[in-house]
């Protein structure tokens, strides 16, 4: 993944660390081809990870993020990602 994809080089997101951009476009890239059943477990696994790595997004960065994400996106990946973001919503209630 040397390059880097279009959604990252977009001047809405310039006021956002780079490495909570690179942090998303790894949940992006690994989170790819995975069923609706492994999406839980796979979004489980990633939020470990950013506390881990003490990487955590604003509501308005989350925002602003997806709908730049979803800008260069086909209808497919959109709809993929509102199916995604279904299961993180529900997951916190």
């Not at 006021?15 to 839980?40: H, R, T, W, Y």
């Not at 696994?45 to 996106?73: C, H, P, T, W, Y």
């Amino acid at each position: 993944m040397n390059e880097m994809p279009k959604w990252m080089n977009d001047p809405e997101l310039a006021g956002i660390d780079k490495a909570k951009l690179d942090f998303i476009q790894m949940m992006v890239f690994e989170g790819k081809n995975l069923s609706p059943k492994e999406m839980l477990p796979f979004l489980m696994g990633i939020a470990r990870r950013g506390k881990e790595k003490s990487v955590s997004f604003s509501q308005e960065e989350m925002d602003l993020i997806i709908a730049v994400i979803k800008k260069n996106s086909t209808p497919e990946e959109i709809q993929r990602m509102d199916k995604i973001m279904k299961l993180m919503k529900n997951k916190k209630q």
